[in-house]
């Protein structure tokens, strides 16, 4: 790296060596964040996409040169059908909200195509903010169903909505309270009854490899995000992958290209009715590298337990936590669960922003805060399957500690973090105000 003028080598390395080491990261501590999955991503899988015959690759030279990178994305692309049930897959969206789109606008090509033009898109209210984000940017207008008490679809509430103006269905399965909705095949079978699509967000697919395959429930198509469950870092908003996988029925729909194998050959085709390019060249190459050698490094039994001990983990956290927290959907729960700081917020005063900011102090990441927005309050735990129980029990006893604070010491937690090198942020003014370079060179220390 050329050095800036005026700079040495070494000063450039204490410089952010110094920034690094005031940064919180997975290799610093536990990172909870929900709805977020991946946490891990393995350093092998670094040397891997950067080997030279992928980097050194041009996307426009003749493919019968690059052939071991076509045969990557045709294993994976297969794989991931495998692993979700569908018959086909795209490689090509950038993230799981591209992925939505990608669906969606396959979904009206297919609607078009039996002359069908439809306006709306139904999302449960528990939803992820890039569902109705999806479904505005492709025409379509949301209408939103609401949960019942125990979090998942209300039937009747679904029933009420579905006419024959629906495109489709967004479903979140696992939802983002965690939950597995337990009449998922009714509810994809109601939305085929009147002519819709059913899409899965399959963002939270950790929770569900090698136990059960989504198309099952009767989905035409679902998005993955290789950076929530396939060990592609996440960090600083991307790159990312969020590969479609669909029914033989969407395939003809899918993004061009795709990766075939013709008489011992991989090629780029076109499917016959494609909705055309979601993206420049192949996608994100490298993620589907970092990919490729997790699943492959893992295999179906490791997957499996990646999603059993996800699940196992959230539920041992969960037990641990409900007294000292309001917990409204207090059932056993898929990868993550959702807490609520409402008691504290009654008798103290203390918001789930305090919560949030003590943990720092106790040396963890906080959770995901303030969603799904039908909790009050809302804490979103998810520990993944990689932390060991040491660190789980940690991560219990500081909540509780911070618990037992927020009635003993609210002030205390308004002014949190006590012990970091920046105080308590105005977080609006930090995301639109960024300052990165009048940082101290070195640690003034
Ligand atoms: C993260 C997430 C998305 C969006 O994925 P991006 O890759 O961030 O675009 C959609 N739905 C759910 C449930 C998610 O957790």
Redesign the pocket.
């Known amino acids: 790296m050329p050095l800036p003028p005026g700079k040495s080598e070494i000063e450039v390395m204490r410089h952010y060596q110094y920034l690094a080491s005031r940064n919180f990261g997975l290799d610093t501590g536990m990172y909870p964040l929900g709805?977020?999955?991946m946490k891990y991503n393995p350093r092998v899988n670094e040397d891997l996409c950067r080997l030279e015959g992928f980097t050194a690759l041009h996307p426009a030279q003749p493919i019968a040169t690059a052939q071991g990178a076509l045969r990557l994305m045709y294993e994976l692309a297969a794989d991931l059908a495998e692993i979700t049930g569908f018959a086909a897959t795209t490689l090509a969206p950038a993230?799981?909200?591209?992925?939505?789109y990608t669906a969606l606008m396959m979904f009206r090509a297919a609607l078009e195509a039996r002359g069908d033009a439809r306006q709306t898109v139904i999302i449960p209210d528990t939803?992820?903010g890039?569902?109705p984000a999806t479904v505005a940017l492709c025409g379509y207008k949301t209408i939103t169903v609401a949960s019942n008490e125990n979090g998942t679809i209300d039937l009747d509430a679904l029933r009420e909505v579905l006419d024959t103006d629906v495109a489709a269905l967004m479903l979140?399965n696992p939802n983002?309270l965690g939950l597995f909705e337990p009449d998922i095949g009714k509810i994809t079978a109601m939305a085929h009854d009147v002519g819709a699509f059913a899409y899965c967000?399959g963002?939270?697919l950790n929770a569900l490899m090698g136990i059960t395959r989504i198309a099952e429930a009767g989905f035409d198509a679902l998005h993955i995000?290789l950076?929530?469950t396939f060990a592609a870092p996440h960090g600083g908003g991307g790159p990312?992958a969020?590969p479609v996988c669909v029914t033989s029925e969407l395939a003809p729909y899918l993004p061009t290209p795709v990766v075939a194998l013709r008489e011992e050959n991989y090629v780029f085709e076109t499917p016959a009715h494609t909705i055309g390019r979601v993206r420049s060249w192949y996608g994100n190459f490298s993620v589907l590298v970092r990919a490729y050698a997790y699943l492959k490094a893992l295999g179906a039994e490791g997957l499996r337990e990646v999603s059993e001990q996800a699940i196992i983990s959230a539920n041992y956290v969960r037990t641990q936590l409900r007294d000292a927290f309001d917990m409204p959907y207090d059932r056993p729960c898929m990868h993550e669960f959702v807490l609520s700081g409402t008691r504290q917020k009654k008798e103290s005063g203390v918001r789930t922003l305090d919560i949030a900011k003590r943990l720092l102090d106790y040396g963890f990441h906080p959770p995901t805060v303030y969603f799904p927005l039908i909790v009050d309050e809302c804490m979103m735990i998810e520990p993944t399957e990689t932390e060991p129980l040491k660190t789980l029990d940690a991560f219990i006893e500081a909540m509780r500690a911070i618990a037992t604070e927020a009635s003993s010491n609210p002030a205390m937690l308004h002014a949190a973090p006590q012990t970091l090198p920046v105080r308590r942020l105005d977080e609006t003014a930090a995301a639109r105000d960024v300052v990165v370079a009048d940082l101290p060179a070195t640690n003034p220390s």
């Open positions: 709805s977020c999955t993230a799981g909200a591209h992925g939505e939803a992820h890039t569902n979140t983002t967000d963002a939270n995000n950076h929530k990312g969020g």
